[in-house]
């Protein structure tokens, strides 16, 4: 089992800058490459980015290239998004994962097996 709790959301200007964090506990946390969801008021949920097991290769959606930033501290077992130039489009439940799938294709919730409770951005024009 991995514990994902995440931190960080709140409400910003459009333009404006929010950096969350995931804190992951129970399994070891290097194992997982780790992704990062939002899901706005009726709408699915939809990938906004993935971080390889070791950090060292990152993937985006196209909507969020260039504003936003995946990092990882294995040794603080913690994710990171850094979000920058927000739009009020970016408003949603951001949520981590674990990816415990790597057959297929990571853009799909299905290939991650453990997720945190969410936290909410709210961007503000």
Do not use: H
């Amino acid at each position: 089992q991995v514990q994902l709790v995440e931190s960080g959301g709140g409400l910003v200007q459009a333009g404006g800058s929010l950096r969350l964090s995931c804190a992951a506990s129970g399994r070891t946390f290097s194992n997982y490459a780790m992704g990062w969801f939002r899901q706005a008021p009726g709408k699915e949920r939809e990938f906004v980015g993935r971080i390889s097991r070791s950090g060292g290769n990152t993937d985006y959606a196209d909507s969020v290239k260039g504003r936003f930033t995946i990092s990882r501290d294995n040794a603080k077992n913690t994710v990171y998004l850094q979000m920058s130039s927000l739009k009020p489009e970016d408003t949603a439940v951001y949520y981590c994962a674990a990816q415990t799938d790597y057959s297929g294709n990571y853009y799909y919730t299905r290939q991650y097996g453990y997720w945190g409770q969410g936290t909410q951005v709210t961007v503000s024009s």
